[in-house]
């Protein structure tokens, strides 16, 4: 016989599940993503979409997602086949993580760039004194052959140590102290940036709705997108985080104060962006260098433009690292299950396959310069993919698991709605409308290619 396999650890108190959440939510999606997407879909027309993404798809999966894991109180793998007829719900447990890995093999290059640009405000030589040097600085940073591979490594280095240390002892304190740092952080900067003077223009660039710009597609699946990533649902996350969850626990409280911080932080992260690029006559629609270009050109003329930049890769660093545990926890989790490992070895493990996964990601415009799938670089390939694919099959994985695999009875008593119109409409949104706008979505997106 098998020995009884240890207490499984969980979360202190469900405020410490609710911060822990809100720290896997909160990340570079939240920031870097966000900043250029707005810039790319028109601003606040985006917004509109990206509101409705996040009420009509994001909440009714999140609180499924947090479900599934709850009721097994198990990593993602056994979530997905607990009580179901067909062991082969399992494939959707795995494929979760490995869409958890494939996303944590160039968040953490990315999150390398943060901690980088962190590190180079905070030693005083900001990167690109004028405001083409900016530009050249960071081809340059990328060209290397080696440097953002060690700043990869730094980033999974301190994922993996917050991991081993356990989902009180590492996750729930790393959260505890970081995520309200990360909010007081974000607050001052957006109160900086409202006083250059170009308030109006920014605000007006993020909050004002171009209605017209709503009857673009394009615009509705970029909201779609920006929504599953920043949320963080379809790879687990919310599953593995949700079964830690001590035993009264609100699940559709939680999932709204998620949804809620998630999108609020996001937002005052424009209102600390937007303001200030407009103030210095700068162009916000550049794409994904926005953060690491753009705004290290305002930091360079902005009065002080340093203290302002060492704050903001701060928040950025701060924000990546609390969602790369998230991502490198799901796969542990469930190789601990699986192969019946200890956490240490299960996490070293995982973050040495994530660092070489990464490699070609972090040296994608130098030494793995000639992979370009879809004419891109191999990391913009990968998040593609990702974000494009992945996700959306693991968000309709997840829908389809608690919509239709399980009995009503188990869905709705699972999910924990108090109401019972509420748990209907909750209940035909996973069956119906989540999957029906996910298929179009992955139509669309193959339709284009
Ligand atoms: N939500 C994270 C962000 O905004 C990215 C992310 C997507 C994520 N899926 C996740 C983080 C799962 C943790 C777990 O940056």
Redesign the pocket.
Known sequence: MDAAPPPRDEWSTRAAFVVATIG???????IW?FSYVVGENGGGAFLVAYLVAVIALGLPLMLAEFALGRRARADVVTAFSFEMKSRRWALAGWLAVIA?LA?LSY?AIVAGWAYRYFVIYLIGSPAGAGRVDAATHFTAFLHSSWEPVAWQLLVLATAVVAVIAGVRNGIERLNRWLVPLLAAIVVVLAAYSLTLGASRAGLGFLFTPDWSALARPQVWLAAFGQA???????????ATYGSYAPAPVGLPRTALLVAGA?TSFALVAGVAIFPAVFAFGLDPTQGPALAFVTLPQVFAVMPGGAWFGLAFFALLSI??LT??V??VE?PVAAVIKAKRWSRTRATLAIGTLAFVAGVPSALSDSAFAVLRPWGVNILEAIDRFSSNLL?PLGGLSVALAVGWAWPRERAVTSGGLASPSLAAAWWYALRFVVPAAIVAVLCWTALRH
Request: proline share 0%; charged share 5%.
């Open positions: 896997s939510a909160v990340g570079l999606g939240n993503r958890s996303i968040y599953f990533f920043s949320l963080g649902v379809g790879l687990g996350a919310l998630d924000a990546a969602s790369a998230a991502l799901v996700l």
